[in-house]
Structure formats: structure tokens, C-alpha cells
Nanobody
């Protein structure tokens, strides 16, 4: 499975941004998907995850209400809608796929990773 994240860029604090991750393969619904991020000098952290069907979602507690994860299984795409971003959201954002339909919050549970897309929020 190959993953390609896009949608990053430089935005001002308070703006909204939508990240997308497209995948290869024909059984996209068989994979739970997750978004993680890594800021400079920090460890990679969980952002959001979604089950294979899209019914169940999970969010980092600190991001609930600002970020929304969704997926379109027909288009083999998972999205991360970010709103009211702050400079603390500056990071490289990675999408990941898990060979299981149940979403997970631990990065070790994911089997495939994209190369990441840079999000920079200016104050």
C-alpha cells in the first residue's frame, strides 16, 4: 500500500486547512487509517484515526473539536480537516494505514506510512 499525503502549506493562525491522503490498492475499506504529526524536536504523536468503514473515529484529546477525520472508500482517500489552527499545530503530518478495520491510536499498530506533508502555522 502506498500513501501520498497532500494539502500542507503555510497558513496563518486561525485559518483552516484540509489534508488529504490517497492510497493505492483495491481494498481500502479493509484498512483503518490514521493521522500522526511530528513537530521539530518532538516525538511523533497521534492526531486522529478512523475505522475501515468510517463509522468510528478517534482523536487526540487536545485536538477534539478542531480536527475532523473522514474517508471516502470509493476514492481511497482519507482527509483531515483542521480548523482554528495555531502555531502549535506546526508539524509534518503523516497518514498511515493499518491492516485491520479497527482504528488504533498507537503508531506501532500501523503498517504503512506516507512521506508526510508539512504544515506551518504563522502567528
Amino acid at each position: 500500500v502506498q500513501l501520498q499525503a497532500s494539502g500542507g502549506g503555510v497558513v496563518q493562525a486561525g485559518a483552516s486547512l484540509r489534508l488529504s491522503c490517497t492510497t493505492s490498492g483495491r481494498t481500502f475499506a479493509a484498512y483503518a487509517m490514521g493521522w500522526f504529526r511530528q513537530a521539530p524536536g518532538k516525538e511523533r504523536e497521534f492526531v486522529a484515526a478512523i475505522s475501515g468503514s468510517g463509522v468510528r473515529t478517534h482523536y487526540a484529546d487536545s485536538l477534539k473539536g478542531r480536527f475532523t477525520i473522514s474517508r471516502d472508500n470509493d476514492k481511497r482517500t482519507v482527509n483531515l480537516q483542521m480548523s482554528v489552527v495555531t502555531p502549535e499545530d506546526t508539524a509534518v503530518y503523516y497518514c498511515a494505514a493499518r491492516r485491520h478495520t479497527v482504528a488504533a491510536t498507537n503508531s506501532n499498530d500501523y503498517d504503512y506510512w506516507g512521506r508526510g506533508t508539512q504544515v506551518t502555522v504563522s502567528s
